[in-house]
C-alpha cells in the first residue's frame, strides 16, 4: 500500500505540474476544478471534490497548489476505496484526504 501511494503521489505531482504549465502558459484565468473537469482524466477527482464540499473552496482565492490524483490512480485503490468515501458518511475522511493533497502558495516542480 505504501508503495502504492508514493507511485500515486509522484504521478499526481506531475501531472499537477503539466496543469498548472498548460494554464498558465496560455493565459487561462481558471481555477483548478475547471481545469480538471476540462481534462478527462480527473472525473473522479472532480466527483470527490463534490461529494465533500469542497468546490466553492478550490475555486476560491489562492495561490494554492493541488498534487491531484488522475483517474488511474485512484483506480489503483483497493476496490471499493472510492465508492466508500463518497458516500455521505464518509464525506469527513474524504474532506481530510483531499484537503491533504493541497498546499498553500504556488508550488512549482523545480521546488
Given at each position: 500500500?505504501?508503495?502504492?501511494?508514493?507511485?500515486?503521489?509522484?504521478?499526481?505531482?506531475?501531472?499537477?505540474?503539466?496543469?498548472?504549465?498548460?494554464?498558465?502558459?496560455?493565459g487561462m484565468k481558471k481555477d483548478i476544478v475547471?481545469?480538471?473537469?476540462?481534462?478527462?482524466?480527473?472525473t473522479t477527482l472532480v466527483a470527490a471534490v463534490q461529494a465533500a464540499g469542497l468546490v466553492d473552496t478550490l475555486k476560491g482565492e489562492g495561490p494554492f497548489t493541488v498534487f491531484a490524483p488522475t483517474d488511474e490512480a485512484f483506480a489503483k485503490l483497493p476496490e471499493g476505496t472510492v465508492e466508500s468515501?463518497?458516500?455521505?458518511?464518509?464525506?469527513?475522511?474524504?474532506?481530510a484526504i483531499l484537503t491533504y493533497h493541497v498546499v498553500p502558495g504556488k508550488v512549482m516542480a523545480a521546488e
Open positions: 500500500m505504501k508503495t502504492l501511494l508514493t507511485r500515486s503521489f509522484a504521478a499526481m505531482a506531475a501531472l499537477l505540474l503539466s496543469i498548472s504549465a498548460f494554464a498558465g502558459h496560455h475547471d481545469v480538471a473537469a476540462e481534462n478527462g482524466s480527473f468515501l463518497l458516500k455521505p458518511e464518509n464525506k469527513d475522511k474524504l474532506v
